[in-house]
């Protein structure tokens, strides 16, 4: 600053000028470098840190991904998704008609949908996907949840229970070594481990009897292979039969009048479940082509049948899992999350097989399912505490007595055969 206009300012003034004069030279010199080292292509690692990167910076967006995707190869969204495309835009329209899920200004109703599909497809983190969709972790985690909500409330409406006029399952009116045996039934009950991420100091009340920390969840399946009924969130060290108690008691399940499910050895025999009979032979592995039709006892022939028949609650879970990997592997969500997770999993399971039924998951051959594996803890027998819980549950002489017609009139109809074969 000149000599004449420090005489005619006061010094404090002219202190402030001089130093913004400095700073707005040192901001030249510095843009002028820069410039000059990107010309040159030697801008110095103290630079380049100095400059704000994008996290995400891939040549397209999730949204853009999602589009090329559905609009592409069926099998594509089937790799990405587990469904093929018509039944993503199907489920995408079922919620948004609901007003369940809506476009946003930052996502379209697609992208949200994919994000939560893609999640427990291949049981991914919110980190893998934020790399997968090109999104921060919270934009991920909030849509995920969104979905999730919005998927759990369609479970009143495709988990639908049976209810007394339903009618004898056109599978079993059409085989004659079930008809007219096991009219009545509507279908198998079990339970299911599914993996559960908790905190150390919920170990014990999630490990199962494996050592394994797991929640508990009850199923009923119709021979549909859709889900009746599912029961999620119970700790891993919690029985079939307690988890069965706190469904007929708070949870809603109520077995129409004059029907039953079957059920394993994990539940009481009960005019409501039908068990097999225990100390015989009865897993659907113990029966062999060449062995099946010879039968020692009564007991036998029951117990085969009825195995044959619950099976398809193996054969369920089976494909449940073999789609949607999120069953086996859990990633670490917080316990409601885990819980729902299984719940929208069986929604969209429903959802699939009633508006799908050539998904190549429901035609898959037993031979191909794992339904064997992970969620088979082995037969649990009901112990002495559970007992007290029967007369809650259904009358074990109704249940027995139930039981023991079935088994004696399959095995009348069994001599017959046998005798008109031998003529």
Avoid at 135 to 162: M, N, Q
Avoid at 207 to 233: L, P
Avoid at 375 to 382: I, K, N, P, S
Wanted: aromatic share 12%.
């Amino acid at each position: 600053m000149s000599n004449y206009l420090r005489g005619v300012f006061p010094d404090e003034f002219c202190k402030f000028v001089e130093g913004h004069i400095a700073l707005h030279i040192e901001l030249n010199n510095a843009i002028r470098k820069y410039i000059i080292s990107l010309m040159d292509g030697s801008s110095s690692s103290d630079d380049e840190s100095s400059i704000p990167r994008p996290m995400f910076n891939r040549a397209y967006t999730g949204q853009q991904y999602v589009a090329n995707l559905l609009s592409g190869h069926p099998l594509h969204s089937y790799d990405c998704f587990r469904l093929p495309s018509e039944a993503f835009h199907q489920l995408k329209e079922l919620l948004v008609s609901r007003g369940l899920l809506q476009d946003t200004m930052y996502m379209l109703a697609d992208e949200q949908l994919a994000i939560f599909l893609r999640g427990i497809a291949y049981a991914q983190t919110y980190r893998q996907l934020c790399e997968f969709f090109q999104h921060s972790l919270e934009t991920v985690s909030r849509y995920f949840k969104i979905v999730l909500r919005a998927i759990v409330s369609l479970s009143d409406e495709l988990i639908e229970f049976p209810t007394t006029e339903v009618e004898c399952h056109p599978f079993l009116r059409s085989n004659t070594q079930f008809y007219p045996f096991f009219q009545n039934a509507i279908g198998a009950i079990d339970g299911i481990h599914i993996p559960a991420v908790v905190s150390k100091r919920l170990h014990n009340r999630y490990r199962n009897k494996k050592g394994s920390t797991s929640q508990n969840v009850m199923a009923a399946v119709s021979f549909d292979r859709q889900f009746v009924y599912v029961g999620s969130g119970w700790e891993g060290c919690a029985t079939d039969m307690r988890v069965l108690q706190w469904a007929m008691e708070e949870g809603g399940f109520k077995v129409p009048v004059g029907k039953y499910f079957l059920v394993d050895y994990g539940y009481a025999n009960t005019d409501k479940l039908i068990a097999p009979f225990r100390g015989y032979r009865y897993h659907f592995s113990d029966y062999h082509a060449e062995t099946s039709c010879r039968y020692s006892i009564k007991q036998e022939l029951y117990n085969h049948r009825h195995s044959q028949l619950r099976n398809v609650v193996k054969m369920t879970f089976g494909i449940w899992k073999e789609r949607f990997k999120v069953l086996t592997h859990m990633p670490q969500f917080p316990l409601t999350i885990q819980a729902d997770i299984v719940l929208a999993c069986a929604v969209l399971h429903n959802f699939i097989g009633r508006y799908h039924g050539h998904d190549m998951y429901f035609n898959m051959l037993q031979t191909e399912m794992h339904h064997n594996s992970d969620h088979d803890l082995g037969d649990v027998q009901v112990n002495d505490e559970d007992l007290d819980m029967y007369g809650r549950i259904g009358e074990r002489i109704q249940g027995d007595s139930l039981r023991h017609s079935i088994m004696t009139n399959l095995w009348e109809a069994h001599a017959t055969s046998q005798r008109r074969r031998s003529i």
